[in-house]
T-cell receptor, first 119, second 117 residues
Framework: DGGITQSPKYLFRKEGQNVTLSCEQN?????MYWYRQDPGQGLRLIYY???????QKGDIAEGYSVSREKKESFPLTVTSAQKNPTAFYLC??????????????????FGPGTRLTVL | KQEVTQIPAALSVPEGENLVLNCSFT??????LQWFRQDPGKGLTSLLL?????REQTSGRLNASLDKSSGRSTLYIAASQPGDSATYLC????????????????FGKGTKLSVIP
């Protein structure tokens, strides 16, 4: 049963604490993404990775860090430097098109999300 | 910078009605456009993806159209059902063949649909 899993579903953070959100996929996708969703706003990209051991900052990377040591896993750490971390966090993945060859459509598939609340 | 707008922000219709959700984008240089559904407190479910070279895509009661030159897409839902109640999001991917941002989606804020039994 292929898909994307995120854990935990709910996470509470104290002031000054770092927390890590897990994202795992068994779709054999090369690319993975982290988005943040706030009420009344569209999803905003935090970080993305097109290949193992490589990742790029999105629009709102400040206060976050990621790693991509395995193709299946793309954990996101919310550091104490992130001043307003309360939000719904969504992980996604997609295949990567080949430059100059038959190009994939790169449809993105999403996990169920983690809701982070600062106490 | 690409901006995606969805109007209306909320829509309420009686069961059985056909309806149209709108999505507009400011930069027509897109690679594709994707429509998603999001239930409260849940992740996004991909509904339809339209390549920039396509005019429309259909899946069951859903039909999405794309007019790239005017920067518009519509999602048509036929014979609406209470189970269609959710927030519908559209997102565009830029036409860049490599480098940072080539796979980045820009999302609209969504249209919250309520189908009344």
């Amino acid at each position: 049963d292929g898909g994307i899993t995120q854990s935990p579903k709910y996470l509470f953070r104290k002031e000054g604490q770092n927390v890590t959100l897990s994202c795992e996929q068994n779709l054999n996708h090369d690319a993975m993404y982290w988005y943040r969703q706030d009420p009344g706003q569209g999803l905003r990209l935090i970080y993305y990775s097109q290949i193992v051991n490589d990742f790029q900052k999105g629009d709102i990377a400040e206060g976050y860090s990621v790693s991509r040591e395995k193709k299946e896993s793309f954990p996101l750490t919310v550091t104490s430097a992130q001043k307003n971390p309360t939000a719904f966090y969504l992980c996604a993945s997609s295949i990567v098109g080949l430059a100059g060859a038959a190009r994939s459509y790169n449809e993105q598939f999403f996990g169920p999300g983690t809701r982070l609340t600062v106490l | 910078k690409q901006e995606v707008t969805q109007i209306p922000a909320a829509l309420s219709v009686p069961e059985g009605e056909n309806l149209v959700l709108n999505c507009s984008f400011t930069d027509s240089a897109i690679y594709n456009l994707q429509w998603f559904r999001q239930d409260p407190g849940k992740g996004l479910t991909s509904l339809l993806l339209i390549q920039s070279s396509q005019r429309e895509q259909t899946s069951g009661r859903l039909n999405a159209s794309l007019d790239k030159s005017s920067g518009r897409s519509t999602l048509y839902i036929a014979a609406s059902q209470p189970g269609d109640s959710a927030t519908y999001l559209c997102a565009v991917r830029p036409r860049r063949y490599s480098g940072a941002g080539s796979y980045q989606l820009t999302f609209g804020k969504g249209t919250k649909l309520s189908v009344i039994p």
